[in-house]
């Protein structure tokens, strides 16, 4: 049972280009969300979060927002940059993080 | 300096087999957890220590035993080891128990096991 889910594997974007990384989840007692960059051979490292009771975090170029109503998050990257280019995951806050698959980002020069 | 290190980084071994995986974080955090990243890219979390003592212990086979020496510390034993096993394994540590505001966990750089 898949509590959060990111259900595009790839998304390929231009440099310069707005990079849009989507994330739905299921259990609406969620308070805390995440963004997690990973490059390969790498461990994941912090991006950007966000609390339940808000619907928007900016920080520099990425920007996360959340739709309770929908149970849907999006990670906003703007502008793209070819170091950009990870596996983004997003993870919501129970009793532990609780991850999806993973969402590989490429970004084009 | 490395935050979060973990040991092997490859491990390569037979069915039925009894290996070990080391991790030590030296960020002064409270917190260790074990995640499995299986086949399908799922990061799952399988265990979670906080200063010592088991916290959170998913639906992990038996043949799977955490040992938390000291909180900079928890390794993960392996017994009698089965195909199915072949994972990335990643150690992470937090300031607390992952709750809100406090959810960003600090990942080792994993610890691909095959299983042969």
């Known amino acids: 049972d898949q509590q959060v889910k990111q259900n595009s594997p790839s998304l390929s974007v231009q440099e310069g280009r707005i990079s849009i990384l989507n994330c739905d989840y299921t259990?609406?007692?969620?308070?805390?969300f995440l963004w997690y960059k990973k490059y390969p051979a790498e461990g994941p490292t912090f991006l950007i979060s966000i609390s339940s009771i808000k619907d928007k975090n900016e920080d520099g170029r990425f920007t996360v927002f959340l739709n309770k109503s929908a149970k849907h998050l999006s990670l906003h990257i703007v502008p793209s940059q070819p170091g950009d280019s990870a596996v983004y995951f997003c993870a919501a806050s129970g009793t532990a993080l609780i991850f999806g698959k993973g969402t590989t980002l490429s970004v084009s020069s | 300096d490395t935050a979060v290190s973990q040991t092997p980084k490859y491990l390569v071994t037979q069915m039925g087999n009894d290996k070990s995986i080391k991790c030590e974080q030296n960020?002064?955090?409270?917190?260790m957890y074990w995640y499995k990243q299986d086949s399908k890219k799922f990061l799952k979390i399988m265990f979670s220590?906080?200063?010592?003592?088991?916290?959170i212990n998913e639906t992990v086979p038996n043949r799977f035993s955490p040992k938390s020496p000291d909180k900079a510390h928890l390794n993960l034993h392996i017994n009698s080891l089965e195909l199915g096993d072949s994972a990335v394994y990643f150690c992470?540590?937090?300031?607390?128990?992952?709750?809100?505001?406090?959810?960003?966990?600090?990942f080792g750089e994993g610890s691909r096991l095959t299983v042969l």
């Open positions: 960020l002064g955090h409270d917190t």
């Open positions: 992470a540590s937090s300031q607390d128990i992952v709750r809100g505001p406090a959810g960003e966990l600090f």
């Open positions: 259990n609406s007692m969620f308070d805390y």
């Open positions: 220590y906080n200063n010592k003592e088991l916290i």
